[in-house]
């Protein structure tokens, strides 16, 4: 097991890891301002971002996800998220103020609660009963999640009372005193007017370059599916 953690003037990030080399919180001075991160996930165009980040001047030891994000948040501002492709959430900090997000489909979990002034949040609903003041209460709308729509849930709805799940697509910004959610990807409806034959040379390199790149290992493998 890692055990990990980052205390600044406001804000602390935990981390604990049950595999894998890397302690997180990941913490580093990166053009004066000294910033942590914690992130569970994969990013598939990590070489991409490597040499974009290179070429404005970064220098990145570990070549992680974690510090690739990092320099990302720097180079490009909240909405740096936008480039990432992966499946992900991560939590990034200077001390005084939180960043938060999650990939655009939401596979990879990220909950948070909010009262008296303060905000926690973890990647496990079960993680954030460990924080003093979390309700544990299951009110009406809970019941009614858990009786007529589980497995499914609904997005956003965390089951316990005032337990929030950030959605898929989007990214928070705390400082201590606002609290602010922002959209940065979703699904737009358009009229569908290829042909026949583009729509299948699309559909194929669509295809092919998801496989690619999550192929970063170069391992192969095929899927075959009955269902």
Request: net charge neutral; charged share 20%; aromatic share 10%.
């Given at each position: 097991h890692g055990l990990g953690e980052f205390r600044g003037e406001s804000v602390a990030l935990g981390s604990v890891r049950c595999g894998g080399d890397e302690i997180q919180p990941l913490v580093k001075s990166i053009h004066g301002r000294q910033l942590?991160?914690?992130?569970?996930?994969?990013?598939?165009?990590?070489?991409?971002?490597?040499?974009?980040?290179?070429?404005?001047?970064?220098?990145?030891?570990?070549?992680?996800?974690?510090?690739i994000v990092l320099h990302s948040y720097i180079q490009w501002?909240?909405?740096?998220?936008?480039?990432?492709?992966?499946v992900f959430?991560?939590?990034?900090?200077?001390?005084?103020?939180?960043?938060?997000?999650?990939?655009?489909?939401?596979?990879?979990?990220?909950?948070?609660?909010?009262?008296?002034?303060?905000?926690a949040f973890a990647s496990q609903i079960k993680a954030l009963?460990?924080?003093?003041?979390?309700?544990?209460?299951v009110d009406g709308e809970g019941v009614?999640?858990?009786?007529?729509?589980?497995?499914?849930?609904?997005?956003?709805?965390g089951v316990f009372r005032d337990l929030e799940e950030l959605l898929p697509g989007h990214y928070l910004v705390y400082d201590g005193r606002e609290c602010r959610t922002e959209c940065y990807w979703r699904i737009m409806p358009r009229v569908h007017g290829e042909n026949y034959e583009d729509t299948v040379a699309?559909?194929?390199?669509?295809?092919?370059?998801?496989?690619?790149?999550?192929?970063?290992?170069?391992a192969n493998a095929s899927m075959l599916s009955g269902g």
């Open positions: 942590a991160v914690v992130f569970s996930g994969e990013i598939y165009n990590e070489q991409e971002l490597i040499r974009e980040l290179g070429g404005q001047g970064h220098r990145l030891i570990l070549k992680s996800a974690p510090e501002g909240e909405r740096f998220v936008t480039r990432l492709r992966g959430s991560f939590a990034i900090t200077d001390g005084t103020k939180l960043y938060l997000a999650r990939d655009q489909m939401g596979v990879q979990p990220l909950f948070f609660y909010r009262y008296g002034g303060q905000l009963f460990q924080y003093p003041g979390v309700s544990t209460v009614a999640e858990l009786m007529a729509i589980l497995p499914a849930r609904t997005p956003g709805y699309a559909v194929r390199e669509l295809v092919r370059d998801a496989i690619l790149s999550q192929n970063a290992d170069g």
